[in-house]
């Protein structure tokens, strides 16, 4: 039931988590250049650009589930795949929530509200776990089903936070923008901008979508514990890079709208949340075993189950640092409005790490080989960034 509901979340949950950063690099510069203008139509154009490409995919994923359950989860079939299908659908439910909020979640950027999108997962994780309260109290067990329904929950607590932190005034703006529609000739632009993110973000999280196709047909468990890792590894990145993010993204902007590069304090503050990634990420391999046991074992979670997380979690831990400067410098390009080169740079991504994968699981690595691979084709992704960001003369010396 665990690696059901994990494979049902998964695709849902890690393309809202990455689309949420990218999403709003490509929609303040449009908010940026009409603060300077003193146009006030630039609400309608990213209202209606995200909700177009929001639906869409909601549309793609919900239709799709019964594709997705074979080739996601080829261990997982049966009843089980049935449950799989119905659950991932609702999760759809809760990427379009979280997805319909980044328009709101952009205007309070340029504004220097870094509060909700800051906390927005723990939004989302909050609403998911009073949901599931609630409904494992009144149905007496925890089920696949009331998880997805908890899931729906938290991508609508996102999204609800999002519009009671906009205030009263930013409300209206937002309520205004929804008419009339805009041109096509205003909206097409930006939503191409999103499509080349959205597809650049698929194959960037393609990695993780392998490892839980692979590890579905290993032992029982393996999917488990991979995704439970994965899960820690995201939460030090978000707080790490994710973060350091959300104050960049503006002052980003606002540097390439004035002179079209960084200047040096950016530069260095992405050189220390890229050093702070990798320290964290030395702390979390060496205490491993403790992190894992204090977080998870409780209740069906085994001292085995620690100890093939912790071994995961291990590996995973030390491509922190290459996995943030990456993730960074990614926002960088798309504030500069090089989205192809992201998308070129994240098919690169997906080609060393099926290479890696192959190579390793041919050699009998195992779940381990999984696990290696993260870093190795973060470090690669992250040495090609940072290649791109020099050759294009995107970093401003002192002069």
Known sequence: DVEVIRVAIGLPSILSDSLAVSFVSILIPVLLADEQSGDTHAHNRIVWSVLIVGVVAFAVGWSTM?????????????PDQVSL?????????????????LAMRASLSVNNRIWPGA?????????????????????GGATVETAAIAAVAGGLSVFVVHIVALGRARRRIFI????????PRYVLPIIAALALVFLSQIMGSAGRIIDRALASEMAAGTLAALEYSYALTMA????????????????IGRAFRA???????????IIVATALAGVAGVFCAIFADSIVQT?????????????????IFQLHALSLGPLVLALILTQVLLLGGLQTIVV???????????????????????VAGLAISLGITELVSAGILVFTVLYKGLFRPNV
């Open 66 to 78: 019964g594709l997705q359950s074979r080739y996601l989860a080829p261990g997982i079939s049966g």
């Open 85 to 101: 299908i119905w659950a991932g659908r609702l999760c759809w439910v809760m990427f379009l929530a979280v997805l319909l909020s």
């Open 119 to 139: 906390g927005a997962q723990f939004f989302r994780s909050t609403g998911f776990v009073v949901a599931l309260i609630v409904l494992v109290s009144l149905s």
């Open 176 to 183: 205004a923008a929804f008419w009339p529609a805009p041109s």
């Open 236 to 251: 030090v990145a978000a707080v790490t890079g994710t973060s350091s993010n959300l104050f960049l993204a503006p002052r």
């Open 259 to 269: 002179s079209g590069r960084l200047p040096p304090d950016i530069v260095r503050e």
């Open 295 to 311: 977080i998870f074992q409780y209740g069906k979670f085994t001292a085995d189950d620690v100890a093939i997380t912790a071994a």
């Open 344 to 366: 070129s740079v994240s098919a690169i991504k997906l080609v060393v790490k099926i290479g890696v994968v192959t190579v390793f699981l041919s050699a009998g690595w195992g």
